[in-house]
């Protein structure tokens, strides 16, 4: 009767004792789970990025410091240079940026601030159905519908007004004023639509739905309270957004920022279509170029010896070029949580 008793006194306790180490064991195994994963894609990207660094050393023996300095791209006598596609690839995502975020930034305050229940939705699902458009399919419109406006309206236009030379043959008063600034706005071939400026448009076509979606998802975790509290004390709408909603969500809007310009920086098919695919060093945002991404999709299948690994070596500095804009959003975000002292 005793033994029974205590039997039934202490067998609770090993249960309890058990579960605890089932469920420890348990934890530890989904760390180790988790940390896995984690490590998989470290791997991955490190795997990536040395092979790309190991395919192309050839490139880099054979032309040293000069490969990221030198504009020539001549396979028929074997001279390569990163040049042009680094400045085409830099450059289309910086037009692309600087068009898309002012736009996002408008769509994603309509959608929160502005636009009505029933409209909101809609307008929502078209922008993320934008989202999932093939790359090339923007790139066929943007070589057939897009580039041919560009050179009927839009570059006549900048030509005129921006460019040392204009087809009217009048130069403006800010040219003559700032003439350093006609470099960018020159061209040889003012009736030809595809170049460094459309192709940046096509792929601010391309970013907006992800930083539009990023800021409007971030945009809606805004308190109700704050916003009506701004609203009672008398705030106007752009005020309630310069000084709730901006500073309220600024670290996430500027990590979907960076997510659409890391989408723009590796942008192939709709690129390849309207760059141009010239290797002709130019300032000017008019004239055709070339990028990392169009460079190594249209000469790689035919591509054999050193212009194969002139080519792995542009992969290598996609890379790099990515990691550096990853890296400055990182920097930019972590200065900005030290100045909200978090």
Known sequence: MHATAS?????????GARRTSTDSRNDLIFGWVLKACALLVLLSLIGAAGSTLWLGQDAFRTFGWGFLT???????????????PIMGTVGTAMIALVVAVPISFGIALFLTEIAPQWLRGPVASAIELLA???????GMWGLFIFAPFVAEHIKPW??????????????????QHVPWIAKFFSSEYPFF????LTAGLVLAVMIIPFISSVMREV????????????????????????DIVVPYTRTAVIGGVFLGLGRALGETMAVAFVLGNTFKFSWSFLETGSSIASTIANQFGEAQGLQRSALMA?????????????????????????????
């Not at 999932?132 to 923007?138: K, M, R």
């Not at 542009?314 to 978090?342: C, D, P, Q, Y």
Request: charged residues 10%.
């Open 219 to 242: 945009f809606q975790t805004v308190p109700t309270r704050l916003k009506e509290s701004a609203y009672a004390l008398g705030s106007s709408t752009w005020e309630v957004v310069w």
């Open 193 to 196: 639509g595809a170049g460094v």
């Open 314 to 342: 542009l992969a290598f500095l996609l890379f790099v070029v990515t990691f550096i804009v990853l890296l400055i959003a990182r920097l930019m975000l972590r200065r900005l949580a030290t100045k909200e002292g978090n």
């Open 70 to 84: 030198s504009a020539a791209w001549d396979p028929s006598n074997d001279q390569y240079g990163a040049l042009v």
């Open 158 to 175: 900048l030509m005129n007004n921006f460019s040392s030379e204009p087809p009217d043959g009048q130069v403006s008063w800010l040219v």
């Open 132 to 138: 999932g458009i093939p790359s090339i399919i923007y």
């Open 7 to 15: 039997n039934a006194a202490t067998a609770p306790g090993h249960t």
